[in-house]
């Protein structure tokens, strides 16, 4: 199986297209083989399409699974035993949820790829970091849901911290003042998800009429763009407002679910998503699921390495995108770079941003 010591130690932008359609390759046909040995629901999956694993020659001709499918079936390659934590997606009411199992190897591959990407960003040094959202949402540490997750696993970057909302989504205004002045002069490091950060931070922050100085701020958020995107809040419009409203210029969107965990595609500062070393996307034509060309529309697929205790490494997602190009972004990472276009039509809000939108 896959030694993650050894391949995790590689950065997660160094690896050219030739190289890494090797390495993806090998590390791929390894987990599908452990998935099909290990988890029964795949193997019926695999044995019912005719698919044999050792007849894979490349991972693009691996078997992906729609993502929708962890809604609807337990799927673990791990016994009950070794499971540490199981993650939900978001979800509105009514809406299944999905439910990842996550054993101690697992969890902590995912970790520590979260801090090789983000860190590559951000710098390797831990900063304050202001959480902008609620601190009612951490409730029960043994049953994650994607908010949540996503608040745990940026958080290994705080040296201290503190949830920018209270209980009742409200500013808590005094308390970021305060943690601003304790660290004055410092880079601050700002979490949250679109939406929430538009809805509960930018918007408070005009209506207080208070613009506190975050010059030197660094704002991740994600979680989906389809709420503000009807509102008329383009991409250039969210960083234009929050520049007006503290000054912060470094701004950075992600892409990411629960049921990859760790395994998220930050954008660079020219706007575009890009895959690591650890991970791939593949567009996929609607008419017979071929991959497409770059600059050609499709459906998302998402490859990693990190998903043993579950067979999630090869998922067919209900997004759309297309590929900007490979190894030659100007800011210099490696690997694929692209966008997404939206969700497919009658696809389901999925999203922790949009799923929080929805149910204001």
């Not at 997602?317 to 966008?339: A, S």
Request: charged share 25%; with cysteine.
């Amino acid at each position: 199986m896959i030694n993650y010591s050894e391949v995790l130690a590689m950065e997660p932008y160094s690896m050219a297209r030739a190289e890494k359609e090797v390495f993806l390759t090998d590390c791929l046909i390894q987990l599908t083989n452990h998935h099909y040995g290990s988890c029964l629901a795949y193997r019926k999956i695999l044995d019912a399409v005719g698919l044999c694993p050792g007849s894979i020659g490349s991972y693009y001709d691996l078997p992906f699974l729609p993502v929708r499918l962890f809604k609807e079936y337990d799927l673990k390659s791990v016994g009950d035993d070794s499971v540490q934590k199981t993650m939900t997606s978001s979800g509105t009411t009514g809406q299944k949820v999905s439910r990842i199992y996550l054993d101690k190897e697992t969890s902590a591959a995912q970790s520590r790829v979260l801090s090789k990407i983000v860190s590559s960003f951000i710098g390797k040094k831990r900063l304050p970091m202001m959480i902008l959202d609620t601190p009612a949402l951490l409730k029960d540490r043994r049953m994650f849901s994607a908010r949540g997750a996503g608040i745990l696993g940026f958080s290994m970057f705080a040296k201290d911290r503190i949830y920018a909302l209270d209980e009742d989504m409200r500013l808590d205004i005094n308390g970021v003042r305060e943690f601003l002045l304790k660290h004055e002069d410092e880079d601050i490091f700002l979490y949250g998800f679109t939406f929430m950060v538009w809805q509960h931070f930018y918007r408070e922050l005009m209506r207080a009429g208070w613009h506190p100085d975050l010059s030197r701020g660094i704002l991740i958020h994600g979680g989906g763009w389809k709420k503000l995107l009807s509102e008329a809040v383009s991409k250039e419009q969210f960083k234009d407002g929050l520049y007006q409203a503290c000054g912060i210029q470094r701004v950075y969107d992600y892409y990411g679910m629960v049921e990859q965990t760790g395994t998220i595609y930050m954008e660079c500062e020219y706007g575009h998503l890009h895959a690591s070393a650890f991970s791939d996307v593949i567009i996929r034509r609607a008419g017979d699921f071929s991959a497409a060309e770059i600059g050609e529309e499709g459906m998302i697929e998402t490859v990693s390495i990190l998903p043993k205790s579950y067979p999630g490494h090869a998922l067919l997602t209900e997004d759309t995108g297309v590929i900007l190009g490979v190894d030659d972004c100007p800011c210099g990472r490696l690997g694929k770079y692209f966008k997404i276009n939206g969700r497919m039509k009658h696809a389901e809000i999925r999203g922790c941003s949009d799923t929080y939108a929805a149910g204001l």
